[in-house]
């Protein structure tokens, strides 16, 4: 069935976008097999063939597991419609006119309870454990994103009800609600929170206009949560007491009780006459008295006084995090994975002969570890108390981390990485690191001292691996079912702020030492364009299944600088400067034209999902198609650059040079579209380098020239001089700078906002222009107006994403040529290279025959030959 489904999901490529394809694959698909729309011709055929119970049995549970498993198929085919508007909307606009909207819709009507319901009703725990609930909302999911005409009917279907309903469903687990068995014969998935959030977010996708229309009804829905929590609270004072505030009657049940005590005493014989007795006791009852209404008032007085704090951090079982519980240590939720993470080490090779040959490095991979998140926050106590009580459920009892997938919103899970605090004792710190890394070795199994023995080595390389998956646009929820790029952002920040802690420190400074001194040393000492090719030619990658590929090797080396360089003018060896940014530019390109794009796993096959493409470039071609260098100016010629003449040029000569440069910008467009997975990481590394830059600066506020604090506020226009307190950090690695590490240790809504504005950001950051504009404005390109791109609408009340993650313009370098023609320069170097390479070989030969040798010995002279 897994290659079933894996051949569905290429059915909408193999389309091409035309009409008769198309029109086979939508015949083929309708009508859709939901379950509940297949009984009754289930049922009328069973009839009609007059079988007995025990064959009618068999060939229901026989047309069921077909049902389910077309089912299935037709899923993994809508969900992998591309985004190409040429193909994707062509199918989706198909579907829309056979009635596929319109049948999923009534489904969704008959399952669905058609009046508001609580989520504990029969009614609606019957709904969420429909069979293809989860399946109907996958495929509306597919049909929807980006397709507007399916959008404005969903969000228009009876007058909004759909979209209410898909709110009251959005974080709903019904893995807790199912059994096992129903489950698995009806295909019932355990992800219809997870899905109908998905739904929500395509039907948003483009669309301001719904996508108002669901902020308001959420909105709408967290103030109606509001009214009932404060009716509630004023409710429970009510009960409480509240309108008991005067002495007068809370001292009428103390004396009534203590005069009846008296009474009985009195009664008995022996005892104080009455009259005396009341004057005896007059005093005492008047003061306990007294004191109950002091202490009444007093606890009224603190319930009027509560205030609930907005955390950013609550645990979602308490609903608490650290200011009403500042000692106990949140936790995140994450699922690890054992992987081979590439170009993990670089050790240098002896060289074969003698001589002074350039020194030889052998790039292989490591085992490491990767981390990915839905962010659901808990306390470590609280993950123990609910893992104790799914122990002992009956009949069925769950396992500690299968319970935690319920509360994890039905993602997958494996692991508790925890959230420090300032409020946090050192000593349960400390205790929550160690707890972690050792249940890292628990995941790691057999390879558990690579974890345990190199801490911040797997940390960082975690974190690299986070940013390379949003640099190459792949999924974050293939492994777990949920979360994405704002969730691993957050997590992101969870990971540096454990790398800042004083436990790693010292094996933090050591990594990234040994890390600047072997792959930026090696990688980052060439000052032209022409270099690139024999810096890379002395890096030896190996171990990839796929051939060896640089792109891991320079994003390591990216990373690394990333956290390991000083501020430009702090004399440090390596800086986070424009030389720097040029550098790992031309590497980027280099790399791209000889290797292709970057992948995210190098092991995978060479299909990759292309970036939108943008008008703005013409004539650029399939990302499909790697870049080839085209001879330019005649065939084996040397390119040439752009020249000036007075003389006006003949009419061939300048379509001849016309058709030239048309070539040559055909060329470095095709690089610059392959390029784009380098260029996100690239951009992704500069845009927290200048959050971050800002945070270590005198506790993260600084002022530039203007007076704005750049801390706060990002402002492009001009270069900004920074002021701060100690000009010592300048020339520091920025993860070892106090400030910093004491901004990280407290987590707050800054640091998840930040993350928020970073997957918000590169959502829309695929287009090349987009892209190749940054960097133009960023190394201060003259010609390149400020970075000001059109982004999709944010949330409201949120900071805006450019405002957050915009830096300033950069000095240009003299020394560097210019940024605006990078592209244009690798491929004439490699054309001038390859063009060197055929005339020497031309002359090998032409010697070797002048001198009577074979010319077929010319070119193997002095190399071994194969065993």
């Given at each position: 069935?897994?290659?079933?489904?894996?051949?569905?999901?290429?059915?909408?490529?193999?389309?091409?976008?035309?009409?008769?394809?198309?029109?086979?694959?939508?015949?083929?698909?309708?009508?859709?097999?939901?379950?509940?729309?297949?009984?009754?011709?289930?049922?009328?055929?069973?009839?009609?063939?007059?079988?007995?119970?025990?064959?009618?049995?068999?060939?229901?549970?026989?047309?069921?597991?077909?049902?389910?498993?077309?089912?299935?198929?037709?899923?993994?085919?809508?969900?992998?419609?591309?985004?190409?508007?040429?193909?994707?909307?062509?199918?989706?606009?198909?579907?829309?006119?056979?009635?596929?909207?319109?049948?999923?819709?009534?489904?969704?009507?008959?399952?669905?309870?058609?009046?508001?319901?609580?989520?504990?009703?029969?009614?609606?725990?019957?709904?969420?454990?429909?069979?293809?609930?989860?399946?109907?909302?996958?495929?509306?999911?597919?049909?929807?994103?980006?397709?507007?005409?399916?959008?404005?009917?969903?969000?228009?279907?009876?007058?909004?009800?759909?979209?209410?309903?898909?709110?009251?469903?959005?974080?709903?687990?019904?893995?807790?609600?199912?059994?096992?068995?129903?489950?698995?014969?009806?295909?019932?998935?355990?992800?219809?929170?997870?899905?109908?959030?998905?739904?929500?977010?395509a039907l948003k996708r483009d669309n301001e206009e719904v996508t108002h229309e669901i902020d308001s009804l959420r909105n709408e829905q967290r103030?109606?949560?509001?009214?009932?929590?404060?009716?509630?609270?004023?409710?429970?004072?009510?009960?409480?007491?509240?309108?008991?505030?005067?002495?007068?009657?809370?001292?009428?049940?103390?004396?009534?009780?203590?005069?009846?005590?008296?009474?009985?005493?009195?009664?008995?014989?022996?005892?104080?006459?009455?009259?005396?007795?009341?004057?005896?006791?007059?005093?005492?009852?008047?003061?306990?008295?007294?004191?109950?209404?002091?202490?009444?008032?007093?606890?009224?007085?603190?319930?009027?006084?509560?205030?609930?704090?907005?955390?950013?951090?609550?645990?979602?079982?308490?609903?608490?995090?650290?200011?009403?519980?500042?000692?106990?240590?949140?936790?995140?939720?994450?699922?690890?994975?054992?992987?081979?993470?590439?170009?993990?080490?670089?050790?240098?090779?002896?060289?074969?002969?003698?001589?002074?040959?350039?020194?030889?490095?052998?790039?292989?991979?490591?085992?490491?570890?990767?981390?990915?998140?839905?962010?659901?926050?808990?306390?470590?106590?609280?993950?123990?108390?609910?893992?104790?009580?799914?122990?002992?459920?009956?009949?069925?009892?769950?396992?500690?981390?299968?319970?935690?997938?319920?509360?994890?919103?039905?993602?997958?899970?494996?692991?508790?990485?925890?959230?420090?605090?300032?409020?946090?004792?050192?000593?349960?710190?400390?205790?929550?690191?160690?707890?972690?890394?050792?249940?890292?070795?628990?995941?790691?199994?057999?390879?558990?001292?690579?974890?345990?023995?190199?801490?911040?080595?797997?940390?960082?390389?975690?974190?690299?691996?986070?940013?390379?998956?949003?640099?190459?646009?792949?999924?974050?929820?293939?492994d777990t079912g949920g979360g994405g790029p704002r969730h691993n952002m957050c997590l992101a920040l969870v990971m540096l702020q454990l790398l800042?802690?004083?436990?790693?420190?010292?094996?933090?400074?050591?990594?990234?030492?040994?890390?600047?001194?072997?792959?930026?040393?090696?990688?980052?000492?060439?000052?032209?364009?022409?270099?690139?090719?024999?810096?890379?030619?002395?890096?030896?990658?190996?171990?990839?299944?796929?051939?060896?590929?640089?792109?891991?090797?320079?994003?390591?080396?990216?990373?690394?600088?990333?956290?390991?360089?000083?501020?430009?003018?702090?004399?440090?060896?390596?800086?986070?400067?424009?030389?720097?940014?040029?550098?790992?530019?031309?590497?980027?390109?280099?790399?791209?034209?000889?290797?292709?794009?970057?992948?995210?796993?190098?092991?995978?096959?060479?299909?990759?999902?292309?970036?939108?493409?943008?008008?703005?470039?013409?004539?650029?071609?399939?990302?499909?198609?790697?870049?080839?260098?085209?001879?330019?100016?005649?065939?084996?010629?040397?390119?040439?650059?752009?020249?000036?003449?007075?003389?006006?040029?003949?009419?061939?000569?300048?379509?001849?040079?016309?058709?030239?440069?048309?070539?040559?910008?055909?060329?470095?467009?095709?690089?610059?579209?392959?390029?784009?997975?380098?260029?996100?990481?690239?951009?992704?590394?500069?845009?927290?380098?200048?959050?971050?830059?800002?945070?270590?600066?005198?506790?993260?506020?600084?002022?530039?020239?203007?007076?704005?604090?750049?801390?706060?506020?990002?402002?492009?226009?001009?270069?900004?001089?920074?002021?701060?307190?100690?000009?010592?950090?300048?020339?520091?690695?920025?993860?070892?700078?106090?400030?910093?590490?004491?901004?990280?240790?407290?987590?707050?809504?800054?640091?998840?906002?930040?993350?928020?504005?970073?997957?918000?950001?590169?959502?829309?950051?695929?287009?090349?222009?987009?892209?190749?504009?940054?960097?133009?404005?960023?190394?201060?390109?003259?010609?390149?107006?400020?970075?000001?791109?059109?982004?999709?609408?944010?949330?409201?009340?949120?900071?805006?994403?450019?405002?957050?993650?915009?830096?300033?313009?950069?000095?240009?370098?003299?020394?560097?040529?210019?940024?605006?023609?990078?592209?244009?320069?690798?491929?004439?170097?490699?054309?001038?290279?390859?063009?060197?390479?055929?005339?020497?070989?031309?002359?090998?030969?032409?010697?070797?025959?002048?001198?009577?040798?074979?010319?077929?010995?010319?070119?193997?002279?002095?190399?071994?030959?194969?065993?």
């Open positions: 069935q897994k290659m079933r489904t894996q051949v569905a999901s290429l059915l909408p490529f193999l389309t091409f976008g035309q009409e008769a394809p198309i029109e086979v694959l939508v015949r083929a698909s309708m009508p859709l097999p939901l379950p509940g729309a297949q009984e009754q011709e289930l049922n009328s055929s069973s009839d009609s063939a007059g079988l007995g119970t025990g064959e009618q049995l068999e060939v229901d549970a026989t047309n069921t597991a077909r049902s389910a498993l077309s089912l299935d198929l037709v899923t993994a085919l809508v969900m992998h419609v591309p985004s190409d508007p040429a193909i994707g909307e062509a199918i989706r606009a198909a579907f829309l006119k056979a009635g596929a909207v319109h049948e999923l819709l009534r489904y969704l009507k008959h399952i669905l309870p058609s009046t508001p319901c609580d989520k504990t009703s029969p009614e609606w725990v019957a709904a969420c454990q429909a069979p293809g609930l989860s399946a109907a909302l996958r495929i509306l999911t597919g049909l929807a994103a980006g397709f507007k005409d399916t959008q404005r009917l969903l969000a228009a279907h009876e007058e909004g009800r759909l979209l209410k309903l898909l709110l009251q469903l959005e974080g709903t687990a019904v893995s807790s609600m199912q059994s096992s068995g129903s489950s698995s014969e009806a295909g019932i998935g355990a992800q219809v929170g997870t899905d109908a959030e998905g739904l929500l977010e103030s109606a949560k509001s009214n009932r929590a404060l009716q509630t609270r004023q409710k429970m004072l009510r009960a409480l007491g509240i309108a008991v505030s005067t002495a007068s009657d809370a001292e009428s049940p103390a004396v009534g009780s203590l005069a009846a005590a008296v009474g009985a005493g009195g009664g008995g014989g022996g005892g104080l006459a009455p009259e005396a007795a009341t004057e005896e006791v007059a005093k005492p009852v008047a003061a306990a008295a007294a004191a109950a209404s002091s202490s009444a008032a007093a606890c009224v007085e603190e319930l009027m006084n509560f205030e609930d704090v907005e955390e950013d951090l609550r645990c979602c079982v308490c609903q608490e995090g650290y200011h009403f519980q500042p000692e106990e240590v949140l936790c995140v939720y994450t699922f690890v994975k054992p992987v081979a993470v590439q170009a993990g080490t670089l050790t240098p090779e002896a060289s074969s002969q003698g001589g002074h040959e350039a020194q030889v490095y052998k790039v292989a991979p490591r085992f490491g570890l990767c981390s990915v998140s839905h962010f659901t926050v808990i306390h470590w106590h609280c993950h123990q108390s609910a893992t104790r009580a799914a122990a002992n459920l009956r009949p069925k009892p769950q396992g500690e981390w299968e319970s935690a997938t319920v509360r994890n919103s039905s993602s997958r899970c494996n692991a508790l990485i925890p959230v420090l605090s300032p409020s946090l004792p050192d000593a349960a710190a400390s205790q929550a690191l160690e707890r972690h890394f050792t249940h890292l070795g628990q995941v790691a199994k057999s390879n558990s001292q690579s974890v345990l023995g190199r801490r911040a080595a797997c940390l960082l390389q975690d974190l690299r691996l986070c940013f390379a998956r949003l640099a190459c646009q792949e999924s974050f929820s293939a800042c802690h004083d436990s790693l420190a010292g094996d933090l400074a050591q990594e990234l030492q040994e890390t600047q001194r072997t792959f930026s040393a090696s990688l980052l000492d060439f000052a032209d364009v022409s270099e690139t090719t024999l810096v890379l030619a002395k890096h030896r990658v190996v171990g990839q299944v796929d051939g060896p590929h640089p792109a891991h090797l320079w994003a390591w080396c990216t990373f690394t600088a990333l956290f390991g360089a000083g501020t430009p003018g702090g004399g440090s060896s390596l800086e986070w400067s424009a030389g720097t940014l040029w550098r790992l530019l031309c590497l980027a390109l280099e790399i791209t034209r000889q290797h292709g794009p970057m992948r995210w796993e190098q092991r995978r096959g060479s299909v990759r999902h292309s970036p939108t493409s943008s008008p703005a470039i013409p004539g650029l071609s399939s990302p499909r198609s790697s870049p080839r260098l085209r001879p330019v100016g005649g065939a084996g010629g040397s390119p040439s650059l752009p020249r000036l003449e007075l003389e006006p040029l003949a009419q061939e000569e300048a379509l001849e040079e016309e058709l030239e440069e048309c070539s040559e910008e055909a060329a470095a467009n095709d690089l610059l579209l392959d390029a784009v997975p380098m260029l996100r990481f690239l951009l992704l590394c500069d845009v927290w380098r200048w959050r971050l830059e800002g945070w270590s600066r005198a506790g993260g506020t600084s002022t530039s020239q203007g007076g704005q604090e750049v801390g706060s506020r990002a402002s492009g226009s001009d270069c900004l001089v920074e002021v701060i307190e100690d000009e010592t950090l300048l020339g520091t690695p920025l993860l070892s700078r106090a400030p910093l590490r004491q901004r990280l240790r407290s987590f707050d809504g800054e640091l998840i906002e930040m993350g928020e504005a970073v997957a918000h950001f590169f959502a829309s950051a695929t287009a090349p222009t987009v892209l190749w504009r940054f960097f133009l404005y960023r190394l201060g390109d003259p010609a390149t107006p400020e970075f000001n791109p059109k982004l999709p609408p944010h949330a409201e009340g949120g900071a805006n994403p450019l405002e957050l993650l915009r830096p300033p313009r950069m000095k240009a370098d003299p020394s560097l040529p210019d940024v605006s023609v990078l592209p244009q320069l690798v491929l004439k170097s490699a054309a001038a290279r390859a063009a060197a390479t055929a005339a020497a070989e031309a002359a090998g030969v032409a010697e070797a025959e002048a001198g009577g040798c074979p010319r077929s010995d010319a070119p193997s002279a002095g190399l071994p030959h194969a065993g």
